[in-house]
């Protein structure tokens, strides 16, 4: 048997996000990190582990009466099940800045940081969210992400990323919204990745905004899903942190008129999303990279953390 794993594509994106090098505050690496990471009772994280889970099914099985209904109650239901999925592990969701009009077009863009920003972005912006394939059969998230209409998007090949972009742009001339997470990985939270530009073009082409929303978890670190990290084990972390918050702040929108190039486009949504001090290290070559699950080949789905978009 050849047991050789595969080299990863090269123009893959990476972070050099890791808990071992303290990037993100998972209390098992280092006794010093352990000593600082408060946890909650296991029985409280335990029973809060059952309860995002048995939402999460809830709304997996009520997902053929939700397929047919109208855009607009599919997407009010999307907004209150995500909503309930992300209280029910422990985590409070703030909303700051002016929600867009519902009927309005646009490419929604995000940091990076956690699983949990699929439920959080689709509970305050429902819309078809951009996953890579290989997220459909795991388990929590591949539901989850099938309920909210995610285009899933097969990676391993270039010559597939034009019919991605023409698939968002026939989502976005027809009225919709497209979340994507452009860093094309997760990242701690405290710093951050470069654009990948290749989705822009299709709000170039179809002249919608793009909505720039920026993600932040406090304690930091806690939900930061990167590295060697497995998706159990990402899970009974967020359940065992108390007090975690998330913020969704809702930023300007950015004009494709404005930015008739999906560079320049790029480059400004990552201005408007990353905060200054980030900048220093937005790009993936800022940082040596470390070995990163989403390079990894297992055998087990829920082993790869990210939702990866391409570039």
């Not at 997996?60 to 239901?77: C, D, I, M, S, T």
């Not at 929604?108 to 699929?118: G, K, Q, R, T």
């Not at 790009?283 to 990866?308: E, F, G, L, M, Y």
Request: proline letters at 10%; glycine letters at 10%; aromatic letters at 6%.
């Amino acid at each position: 048997m050849n047991d050789a794993v595969p080299v990863p594509s090269p123009w893959l994106p990476t972070a050099p996000c890791t808990p071992g090098r303290r990037c993100a505050a998972h209390p098992d690496p280092l006794p010093a990190t352990r000593a600082a990471f408060r946890t909650a009772p296991a029985a409280l994280a335990g029973a809060r582990l059952a309860a995002g889970l048995a939402t999460v099914l809830l709304g997996v099985l009520l997902l053929p009466v939700v397929g047919p209904l109208p855009a607009a109650a599919r997407y009010a239901l999307v907004r209150l099940w995500t909503r309930a999925v992300v209280r029910a592990f422990g985590v409070r969701l703030t909303v700051t800045g002016a929600l867009p009009d519902a009927g309005r077009s646009a490419l929604v863009v995000a940091n990076h940081v956690s699983w949990l920003d699929i439920p959080v972005v689709a509970a305050v912006l429902p819309g078809r969210m951009i996953a890579k394939r290989e997220v459909r059969g795991w388990p929590v998230l591949g539901p989850l992400a099938a309920l909210g209409g995610t285009l899933f998007i097969d990676r391993d090949g270039l010559r597939r990323l034009p019919g991605t972009v023409r698939e968002v742009a026939g989502v976005l001339a027809g009225g919709g919204r497209v979340t994507a997470f452009p860093e094309g990985s997760t990242w701690c939270g405290r710093d951050g990745g470069r654009f990948r530009p290749a989705l822009f073009q299709a709000a170039v082409d179809t002249g919608s905004d793009i909505q720039p929303v920026r993600i932040a978890y406090r304690p930091e670190g806690a939900a930061a899903y990167v590295g060697e990290d497995p998706l159990g084990a990402s899970l009974w972390r967020v359940a065992r942190t108390p007090g975690l918050t998330v913020e969704i702040r809702i930023l300007d929108p950015i004009s494709a008129i404005q930015y008739p190039d999906r560079r320049l486009l790029a480059s400004a949504a990552q201005r408007a999303v990353l905060p200054t001090s980030y900048r220093a290290v937005a790009s993936d070559s800022a940082k040596r990279p470390s070995a990163s699950v989403h390079q990894r080949v297992s055998s087990n789905p829920a082993s790869a953390s990210s939702v990866r978009t391409p570039s």
